[in-house]
């Protein structure tokens, strides 16, 4: 699977982002979806993850309320809708990918993925 995630930029502290994440090479609807984000100094964490449906979703503490992931599998592209961000949600955020998993939430948390997207930017002034 190859995935490529945009929409990243500048915003100031309370603005919104959307990022997409467009996936080609297999069957979109067979894999679970996470996004994931990397600031400068800190090890990767998990942000948001998505079942292969789209009927489950799971959130890092940190972003539930504020962050929305959902997907279209007719479009092979997962999204993640960003509001009221915070100057500490600056960090690039990936996207990746994993084959249906009844486990899928454990996976993420650890970020155990098989497949990672190119990161964007996302930079929030305060």
């Known amino acids: 699977v190859q995935l490529q995630a945009s929409g990243g930029g500048l915003v100031q502290a309370g603005g919104s982002l959307r990022l997409s994440c467009a996936a080609s090479g297999h069957t979109f609807s067979f894999y679970d979806m996470g996004w994931f984000r990397q600031a400068p100094g800190r090890e990767r964490e998990f942000v948001a993850g998505?079942?292969?449906?789209?009927?489950?979703?799971y959130y890092v503490d940190s972003v539930e309320g504020r962050f929305t992931v959902s997907r279209d599998n007719a479009k092979d592209t997962v999204y993640l809708q960003m509001n009221s961000l915070k100057p500490e949600d600056t960090a690039v955020y990936y996207c990746a990918a994993s084959p249906i998993d009844p486990s899928w939430i454990v996976k993420m948390r650890e970020a155990v993925m098989d497949y990672w997207g190119k990161g964007t930017q996302v930079t929030v002034s305060s």
């Open positions: 998505i079942n292969w449906s789209g009927g489950r979703t």
